[in-house]
């Protein structure tokens, strides 16, 4: 062979080699991208157990009560940790590794998703037509409004059965069967969550109540990461409603465990309490967990086609939740957090918007009522 | 007949020492040179009126005065005996299993008991024991609060409670038959806590070095009756007494589901006690039949951490290193 191919062979060769480096180093990059996505993808669906510091949580030494407190004697230990300064300024209070949100605090305009006691303390100058009177907070309030609007007795919940009847004078708690989270078949608040801060809740089955929406024991959905503060329409929570409101894993059948009368699901209020829900559907109260494709006259041409990006002010639920939904359309499902707040807001009747402001046809409003009845704010 | 007469006297001997060795401490009671304990401090058996029988001068020191020492060695011997050190003047190098007073004395209050002629009195428990319930106190005379806390007596754990004078409620004991480990008598409870008359005597299983060098398989083992002791002056901590104070569950099953399954070596940091007492000591814990202690998670006389804990509470992390509450808590 001459000098001349010698060399062209060897160039060829050596080009061969440096190409099958190439590619060699592309499967490299490219396994260590995929190995980062599965990284990224797994830190998504890690628990968010409660974890750092036994004591940041538990001060068993405490003489004064259960636990660390800036509330003494409250009778209210949940505001040991998820009310630590009402007067204060922060809606999430970070101690060692562990995040708190707050429920009751004085930071404007930064109320978490379900709304701030504030506004029905009696610390400070309350309205209790905006919120829940909890233990250790508020006041119980005169009959009739000692007892959950549209209560009824006996009804099924998850875990067993709601109660018989809702004592005089018997003030709501946080949790348990006088309150909302927890398992509401236990009385004791304490016992009905006890374990669920430190259960693993990376999948939200409602198996227990650690592994429950927001340790509301059956619940559903998809937990925004900082409670909705400074959430965005492709960034929030994420509610389960069901299509045909037969379902005890929504947000709303949460509600109608003791506002029953306003829910139409047939262990609820039913159809003799809300109404005919489907088929020429006339609502005797608001409609919860309905599908916009099953509203009266049909979802086609209606005013609710033109609720069509996903509001924070005015959220609608789904049927599989991940919270990053945008869009809304047909399968989204009204809820009563479509309305109202859980825990409380600036506003009567624990609305998201100011009802009073609300007046149609003038043209001038898209949002609070608008946001779904589309046609009713202008023409 | 003298290979009869010696196979009877060794035979005999085998039966005395397998006897012997079966009653557990077998026998435990002090021994050995009198003076050794007896004259332990100039003056201690000067006769104080003539005529009169002798008596002990500074009774109240005894305790301290055989149970301390001034280096770091928590096993003394002292006239052929070997006597446990609840005191250190020193840093102690291997505390035994009540703890030791050194803590109490040299890093303050809140690290344990402040016993009379050990430590000043606590300047935050100026009365009662803290939780203390008079209906709780199995002993007819109680708690007095215009005295200070003792190693014995009614003001105290160890001996009679019955008997307010602390010398005079363990008086005789150390020199007393110790078997059957029953309760029945100062001497034949554990660590000579007899309570109250009213209650059996604490009884449990005698670590021969008191844990000076304890593992998982070699240590005291501990039953229920050791909580009564302790609610007889904290009682108010079990019965809610004391208002919302944190739920100290002691004598209670170590529940057989959730985190707790998963504890089934014994660890010397958060020890269990049995529903019997057994006659070896054991490293393995049976959720559903031990029981969670006081002990799990406190020591008896002082340790270096506040409220007497057995770790610092203030430094567990339920992410690094599995101690302290997470020995049990192992879902935490």
Same mark, same amino acid.
């Given at each position: 062979m001459s000098k001349q191919s010698t060399i062209k062979v060897i160039f060829i060769r050596s080009l061969g080699h440096f190409q099958s480096l190439i590619?060699?180093?592309?499967?490299?990059?490219?396994?260590?991208?995929?190995?980062?996505?599965?990284?990224?993808?797994?830190?998504?669906?890690?628990?968010?157990?409660?974890?750092?510091?036994?004591?940041?949580?538990?001060?068993?030494?405490?003489?004064?009560?259960?636990?660390?407190?800036?509330?003494?004697?409250?009778?209210?230990?949940?505001?040991?940790c998820h009310g630590r300064s009402p007067a204060g300024s922060e809606n999430i209070i970070i101690i060692g590794k562990s995040r708190f949100p707050q429920v009751f605090h004085h930071m404007q305009n930064n109320d978490l998703s379900a709304g701030n006691f504030y506004y029905v303390a009696d610390s400070f100058d309350p309205d209790?037509?905006?919120?829940?009177?909890?233990?250790?907070?508020?006041?119980?309030?005169?009959? *009739?409004?000692?007892?959950? *609007?549209?209560?009824?007795?006996?009804?099924?919940? *998850?875990?067993?059965?709601?109660?018989?009847y809702w004592p005089n004078q018997r003030q709501l708690n946080c949790s348990g069967t006088w309150g909302c989270h927890g398992n509401r078949t236990i009385e004791d608040p304490f016992k009905s969550i006890a374990g669920a801060h430190h259960e693993d809740d990376s999948i939200l089955d409602g198996s227990t109540a650690g592994k429950s929406y927001r340790f509301l024991y059956g619940v559903k959905g998809k937990e925004h990461a900082d409670w909705e503060y400074m959430a965005s329409p492709i960034n929030h929570n994420g509610y389960k409603g069901a299509i045909e409101a037969n379902s005890m894993d929504t947000i709303s059948y949460l509600c109608g465990e003791c506002h029953a009368k306003f829910h139409p699901s047939p262990n609820l209020g039913g159809r003799e309490e809300v109404g005919q829900a489907y088929d020429a559907a006339v609502w005797r109260r608001h409609p919860v967990d309905i599908v916009f494709n099953s509203v009266r006259g049909g979802f086609a041409n209606s005013e609710y086609e033109g609720y069509v990006k996903y509001s924070l002010e005015a959220p609608v639920a789904y049927d599989k939740p991940t919270g990053g939904e945008n869009a809304v359309d047909s399968s989204s499902i009204i809820m009563c957090l479509s309305c109202h707040r859980a825990h409380a807001s600036p506003y009567p009747g624990i609305l998201r918007w100011d009802y009073s402001s609300m007046t149609a046809d003038t043209g001038k409003s898209t949002t609070g009522c608008f946001t779904c009845h589309t046609k009713k704010g202008h023409e | 007949m003298r290979k009869r007469i010696f196979s009877f006297l060794t035979i005999s001997s085998i039966a005395v020492l397998f006897t012997l060795g079966m009653t557990g401490s077998g026998l435990?009671?002090?021994?050995?040179?009198?003076?050794?304990?007896?004259?332990?401090?100039?003056?201690?058996?000067?006769?104080?009126?003539?005529?009169?029988?002798?008596?002990?001068?500074?009774?109240?020191?005894?305790?301290?005065?055989?149970?301390?020492?001034?280096?770091?060695?928590?096993?003394?011997? #002292?006239?052929?005996?070997?006597?446990?050190?609840?005191?250190?003047?020193?840093?102690?190098?291997?505390? #035994?299993?009540?703890?030791?007073?050194?803590?109490?004395?040299? #890093?303050?209050?809140?690290?344990g008991h402040n016993v009379s002629g050990v430590a000043s009195r606590d300047t935050e428990f100026t009365g009662f024991p803290p939780a203390y319930s008079r209906s709780l106190d199995p002993s007819s005379v109680g708690y007095n609060p215009q005295k200070p806390l003792t190693c014995a007596g009614s003001n105290g754990c160890h001996g009679n409670r019955n008997i307010e004078d602390p010398f005079e409620a363990i008086f005789g004991s150390h020199h007393a038959a110790n078997t059957p480990s029953d309760g029945s008598t100062t001497a034949r409870s554990y660590r000579f806590l007899r309570n109250a008359d009213a209650v059996k005597g604490v009884t449990g299983l005698e670590d021969d070095e008191w844990n000076q060098n304890a593992s998982p398989k070699k240590h005291n083992e501990y039953a229920s009756s050791i909580d009564i002791l302790c609610r007889s002056c904290h009682g108010g901590l079990q019965s809610g007494h004391a208002g919302r104070q944190f739920n100290h569950l002691a004598g209670v099953p170590i529940p057989v589901n959730g985190e707790y399954i998963k504890y089934k070596i014994y660890n010397l940091d958060a020890p269990v006690a049995r529903e019997t007492v057994p006659r070896v000591s054991s490293d393995v814990v049976i959720p559903g039949k031990d029981l969670v202690s006081c002990l799990s998670c406190h020591v008896a006389h002082a340790s270096p951490y506040d409220s007497q804990l057995r770790w610092d509470y203030d430094n567990i992390f339920t992410e690094g290193e599995r101690n302290g509450c997470l020995i049990c808590h192992t879902g935490k």
């Open positions: 590619c060699t180093l592309r499967s490299v990059i490219c396994a260590l991208c995929a190995m980062l996505f599965a990284l990224c993808l797994f830190s998504l669906e890690a628990d968010a157990r409660v974890t750092g510091r036994c004591k940041d949580c538990h001060n068993v030494r405490s003489n004064q009560g259960a636990a660390q407190t800036s509330v003494p004697s409250t009778g209210n230990d949940c505001l040991a209790y037509s905006r919120g829940h009177n909890l233990v250790g907070i508020s006041r119980q309030q005169n009959p *009739p409004m000692d007892a959950p *609007p549209g209560f009824m007795k006996s009804i099924l919940i *998850p875990g067993g059965m709601g109660p018989a | 435990a009671a002090v021994a050995g040179d009198c003076n050794a304990c007896h004259t332990v401090y100039p003056g201690m058996t000067e006769k104080t009126f003539h005529a009169k029988p002798f008596e002990y001068v500074s009774r109240e020191m005894f305790c301290v005065k055989c149970h301390s020492t001034g280096t770091s060695d928590t096993i003394m011997e #002292l006239g052929g005996n070997r006597v446990p050190i609840v005191f250190n003047n020193s840093k102690p190098v291997k505390p #035994l299993a009540g703890g030791d007073f050194y803590y109490v004395v040299f #890093l303050g209050d809140r690290k």
